[in-house]
């Protein structure tokens, strides 16, 4: 079965930074699970995934535009403290997630104080081409359930 519309899809991928370094791997753990054609995955990669079929692998290099954003100047903000779920916890250089008037947002923690925390409204990855190592796992139908939600249902999707 070939990858397209409405079906869903079981692949592993590892993403490295501009420079080659490892970011992050579903390799540790269950691979990850999308529906096609919902814009559950970045478009880019959506794109690349079409016509594939189980035991494809491909290495796709995406622009900043294409996938963490190109570099915003003046991006720093101060951030109360109790928008922060593990505040304690935080520290510089991190990247953490924020829910905003924008949708949910992934930061970068540039400075944390007793009431506030500074944050680089720049996902850590923004500015820089980055590269997914993809490999297809499985392809399958989707079920009509999953076509009317929107995304995959099982393990490594999205749970109810
Ligand atoms: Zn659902």
């Known amino acids: ?42 478009e880019a990669i959506e794109k690349q995934m079409e016509g594939r079929s189980v035991g494809d692998k491909f290495t796709a290099v995406l622009s900043a535009a294409e996938s963490f954003g190109e570099k915003v100047a003046n991006s720093i903000q101060r951030v109360a403290i109790k928008y922060f779920k593990h505040a304690g916890k935080l520290v510089p250089g991190q990247a953490v997630r924020l829910n905003t008037d924008n949708g949910l947002m992934t930061v970068t923690v540039v400075k944390v104080g007793k009431f506030s925390v500074d944050v680089d409204t720049n996902h850590p990855l923004a500015g820089q081409e980055v590269s997914f190592e993809v490999e297809v796992l499985d392809v399958r139908a989707a079920l009509a359930e999953e076509i009317q939600h929107g995304h995959a249902h099982g393990v490594g999707g999205h749970h109810h």
Do not use: C, K, W
């Open 1 to 42: 079965m070939q990858i397209g519309p409405d079906t869903v899809v079981s692949f592993h991928y590892t993403l490295r930074n501009a420079a080659g370094e490892l970011v992050e791997t579903s390799r540790d753990s269950e691979p990850t699970l999308y529906l096609h054609g919902h814009g559950n995955v970045m």
